[in-house]
T-cell receptor, first 116, second 109 residues
Framework: GAGVSQSPRYKVAKRGQDVALRCDPI?????LFWYQQALGQGPEFLTY????????KSGLPSDRFFAERPEGSVSTLKIQRTQKEDSAVYLCASSLIRAGVKGEQFFGPGTRLTVL | AQRVTQPEKLLSVFKGAPVELKCNYS??????LFWYVQYSRQRLQLLLRHISRESIKGFTADLNKGETSFHLKKPFAQEEDSAMYYC???????????FGQGTTLQVKP
């Protein structure tokens, strides 16, 4: 595998639509993170998975945001009833090691979401 | 609350000049500190981490616990160093990164 991949790379949604963003981490990586990066800002943490377990979802901004990683590999971030303020780049990162061990995170290229 | 401050949005220097990108953090416990870099049209990638104490591409960063700073330095900037730089402590429980706002380094010929 070449690295972390994300799809789609660009998504335009009308306000109120649901969207699903996919992340394929590096094979064998235990940890998976989602971040949201608004224009001109640094990335902000959304949620964390260790294998299939979602251990931290403290950064999800509302109950419209939902993430899953059912088989401990591919992850999907779903946003329901999108709002304009959801417009951002959504970054996925994976790490070989488990929670609490502070290792390097490998980032995907991001999905740029624009809500009209 | 955990906070990271990178006071300069843009730092512009000439090739060969010294560079210092500032980072201050407020954090409880003993964070692991990272610098990540994003070159034009590339993805975010690790530049260096405090614990390894290594120099990458000529950059070093010293942790000053008294001042809670982790400034990134390079004695002689190169044009290929032009990029966005993020300081990011890692939170203890999950390893999540807390990013600063980022500093754009522009190295002029």
């Amino acid at each position: 595998g070449a690295g972390v991949s994300q799809s789609p790379r660009y998504k335009v949604a009308k306000r109120g639509q649901d969207v699903a963003l996919r992340c394929d981490p590096i094979s064998g990586h235990v940890s998976l993170f989602w971040y949201q990066q608004a224009l001109g800002q640094g990335p902000e943490f959304l949620t964390y998975f260790q294998n299939e377990a979602q251990l931290d979802k403290s950064g999800l901004p509302s109950d419209r945001f939902f993430a899953e990683r059912p088989e401990g590999s591919v992850s999907t971030l779903k946003i329901q009833r999108t709002q304009k303020e959801d417009s951002a780049v959504y970054l996925c990162a994976s790490s070989l090691i488990r929670a609490g061990v502070k290792g390097e995170q490998f980032f995907g290229p991001g999905t740029r979401l624009t809500v009209l | 609350a955990q906070r990271v401050t990178q006071p300069e949005k843009l730092l512009s220097v000439f090739k060969g000049a010294p560079v210092e990108l500032k980072c201050n953090y407020s954090y409880s416990g003993s964070p692991e500190l990272f610098w990540y870099v994003q070159y034009s049209r590339q993805r975010l990638q690790l530049l260096l981490r405090h614990i390894s104490r290594e120099s990458i591409k000529g950059f070093t960063a010293d942790l000053n616990k008294g001042e809670t700073s982790f400034h990134l330095k390079k004695p002689f900037a190169q044009e290929e160093d032009s990029a966005m730089y993020y300081c990011a402590p890692s939170s203890g429980n999950t390893g999540k990164l807390i990013f600063g706002q980022g500093t754009t380094l522009q190295v002029k010929p």
